[in-house]
Antibody
C-alpha cells in the first residue's frame, strides 16, 4: 500500500535552517509529482511546493519562495524540503502528498503522509 | 492567486441529517476542485476530485457538484464517523489554494 513518511521536524531558531524528508513506498515514486502542504496549529491547509516526477520542474507558494527548496532523489524514493531563513510563521505540521496522475503536476492529491511538526522559536 | 471561500465555517448536525457545504472560487476554475476530510490529529483524506468524482473507497453518501465558481459537498445521511473538518481546494492553477474549512459538529 502507498505510504508517505515525513521526518526531520523539530525546533528551529528564526533565521536558521531545517531539512524535511518524505520517504515513499508502495508505488513507483519516480512517476509522480509530490507536494508539500502545511498546517499551522489550529489553522487551515496551505500548499507550499511541488516537484515534478523527474525533478525538472518546481513551483512554490509566495510565502516560501526564495527561502525553501523542494528536491527529490528518485533512487532513494525520497522527497526533501530544505527550509532556510526560518520565520515564526513557518511553524506548522508539514505534510507530503502524492499527486494522483503519473507524469503530471495536476494538483490532485490522493495520498498524504502523517506530517512532521516544525516549530520556529528562539 | 485564486481565493477559495467556504461556508459555513462550522455547522451542527445530527446523525442521519443531510449536510451541504459550499465553496466559492474567486474566478472560474471549471471543475478543477477537490474536497478533503480531516479529523483531529489526522492527515487530510481525499474525498472528491474534478468537483464530483469520488476517490476510491469513499462512501457513496458523499457527493460533489458545481462548476465555474460555485461548488458544493453534500453528505446525504450523516454518520458518526463523518464529524470532521472539510476543505475544498482548487487545482486550476498554481499556487494551489484551499478554502478555510468547515467544521461539522454534533
Amino acid at each position: 500500500q502507498v505510504q508517505l513518511v515525513e521526518s526531520g521536524g523539530g525546533v528551529g531558531q528564526p533565521g536558521r535552517s531545517l531539512r524535511l524528508s518524505c520517504a515513499a513506498s508502495g508505488f513507483t515514486f519516480s512517476r509522480y509529482a509530490i507536494h508539500w502542504v502545511r498546517q499551522a496549529p489550529g489553522k487551515g491547509l496551505e500548499w507550499v511546493a511541488v516537484i515534478s516526477y523527474d525533478g525538472e520542474n518546481t513551483y512554490y507558494a509566495d510565502s516560501v519562495k526564495g527561502r525553501f527548496t523542494i528536491s527529490r532523489d528518485n533512487s532513494k524514493n525520497t522527497l526533501y524540503l530544505q527550509m532556510n531563513s526560518l520565520r515564526p510563521e513557518d511553524t506548522a505540521l508539514y505534510y507530503c502528498a502524492k499527486d494522483s496522475r503519473p507524469g503530471t503536476m495536476v494538483g490532485i492529491f490522493d495520498y498524504w503522509g502523517q506530517g512532521t511538526l516544525v516549530t520556529v522559536s528562539s | 492567486d485564486i481565493q477559495m471561500t467556504q461556508s459555513p465555517s462550522s455547522l451542527s448536525a445530527s446523525v442521519g441529517d443531510r449536510v451541504t457545504i459550499t465553496c466559492r472560487a474567486s474566478q472560474d476554475i471549471s471543475n478543477y476542485l477537490a474536497w478533503f476530510q480531516q479529523k483531529p490529529g489526522k492527515a487530510p483524506k481525499s474525498l472528491i476530485y474534478a468537483a464530483s468524482s469520488l476517490q476510491s473507497e469513499v462512501p457513496s453518501r458523499f457527493s460533489g457538484s458545481g462548476s465555474g465558481t460555485d461548488f458544493s459537498l453534500t453528505i446525504s445521511s450523516l454518520q458518526p464517523e463523518d464529524f470532521a473538518t472539510y476543505y475544498c481546494q482548487q487545482y486550476n492553477d498554481y499556487p494551489l489554494t484551499f478554502g478555510g474549512g468547515t467544521k461539522v459538529e454534533i
